[in-house]
């Protein structure tokens, strides 16, 4: 077949795949999602109350956490009508939020990363996400158990027998203190858990980190977090005795016991949130700082603000809380979009979630410009295929409809 014949080929073939609605080509399988996306909490969803001038404020939330496939986000402080506790279902590729659901959970409930199998009470109570999803404020939990708290976490690991899981947990540091919340030694506990019967068979206890470093980090840490498959932690040290106070990266060690040093971070950061390991490295991170998105390759060792360009004056986009890694790698983080018109004035607020392509960032793009012999390093982008396929996945496990 020569080119020609080729060509009108292909354009035939584009042409049968024309939407009902008449001009919408069908994507290739390898087209890649836009570089930023920003889905909109509409009043309708999550309900509002008015600014000043008698505009909608609608309650954006905090301390966000979300799914392995970026649909569902787990959000507290959700507002009068929704509770302290809500769940977000967001679309694949944009538009606004999908819908809310209630939860039976208090503020700083989290989910149990890397399935999401459960989503945990601040009070150990464990919750199945498929039960919360269609009950909603009516679900009931499995059992009880790890650790509790003010920003407590937790990661699914493969258990030591067929039918078993085990769950890892790891506290906020003196999370009832006041003037010391937040600060101080690290622990985890790690229970086990059988699938059939939903009951935890056996229990770790509490587990202290890092004692063993107190000649390099000191005693007190802050800021800790727990990798998605519950292998690595992070955590500022406080008084360091080597190093400046930055974010750095430790192995639990295959007991579940150590604190193996991994990454040091050389510039300031926020909570660090892991992505899902890759080959033979721990998984990405990211974090916001000063109202901006940061992801972190592990790869590069390099850090990359994923701010946007304005589109015209006076617009601004604000990260808040913490963002999210999903499987495929994409970054989502609570924002709020500030847009005006094209002089730049009559100015209004929406919020929301934005879903950013790390690869197609600005920062990344003018990395491999920089450094072309390494740009293999990263991938071209995220595709819609990879969204799609990983969406699925994500449904049939949990029982849920695509």
């Not at 390898?30 to 109350?49: K, M, N, Q, R, Y």
């Not at 404020?137 to 493969?158: C, D, I, N, V």
């Not at 802050?222 to 005795?241: C, H, K, R």
């Not at 390494?374 to 819609?384: G, V």
């Amino acid at each position: 077949m020569n080119g020609t014949a080729r060509a009108s080929r292909q354009l035939a073939i584009a042409l049968a795949l024309l939407t009902a609605g008449g001009l919408a080509l069908a994507e290739p399988a390898d087209a890649c999602i836009a570089p930023s996306t920003f889905i909109e909490l509409t009043a309708d969803v999550a309900g509002s109350s008015q600014d000043a001038a008698g505009q909608p404020l609608v309650p954006l939330g905090s301390y966000e956490r979300f799914s392995p496939d970026g649909r569902f986000v787990l959000r507290s402080f959700s507002g009068a009508r929704l509770g302290q506790v809500s769940l977000m279902e967001l679309p694949a590729f944009g538009g606004t939020v999908v819908r809310a659901y209630t939860t039976p959970l208090q503020n700083e409930a989290f989910p149990v990363q890397g399935s999401w199998r459960w989503l945990v009470n601040v009070n150990g109570d464990h919750y199945r996400l498929q039960d919360v999803l269609r009950q909603q404020a009516q679900a009931r939990p499995l059992f009880r158990g790890g650790m509790t708290g003010f920003y407590a976490a937790a990661a699914e690991l493969p258990g030591d027998q067929p039918g078993q899981v085990k769950i890892r947990s790891l506290s906020w540091p003196n999370a009832d203190g006041e003037d010391s919340m937040g600060v101080g030694s690290l622990s985890s506990r790690t229970l086990t858990v059988d699938l059939a019967q939903q009951r935890i068979v056996a229990d770790s206890g509490r587990v202290y980190h890092c004692r063993d470093r107190a000649r390099e980090d000191g005693a007190m840490y802050a800021l800790p977090m727990l990798s998605v498959d519950g292998t690595e932690f992070a955590a500022m040290p406080q008084n360091p005795v080597q190093g400046q106070p930055t974010m750095r990266i430790y192995g639990f060690g295959d007991d579940g016991k150590g604190c193996g040093l991994r990454d040091t971070f050389a510039h300031a950061s926020g909570k660090t949130i892991f992505g899902f390991p890759g080959a033979g490295q721990g998984g990405d991170l990211a974090y916001e700082y000063r109202g901006q998105a940061w992801w972190y390759s592990r790869a590069l060792q390099q850090a990359f603000n994923l701010a946007t360009l304005p589109a015209r004056a006076g617009e601004t986009l604000t990260a808040s809380a913490f963002p999210g890694l999903t499987r495929d790698g994409r970054v989502i983080y609570a924002s709020t979009l500030r847009q005006c018109d094209a002089q730049g004035r009559h100015c209004r607020q929406r919020v929301g979630y934005t879903v950013a392509d790390p690869y197609q960032s600005a920062g990344v793009q003018a990395w491999r410009q920089q450094h072309p012999a390494r740009a293999h390093q990263l991938p071209a982008c995220i595709t819609q295929e990879q969204v799609r396929q990983l969406r699925a996945g994500f449904a049939a496990e949990h029982g849920l409809q695509p």
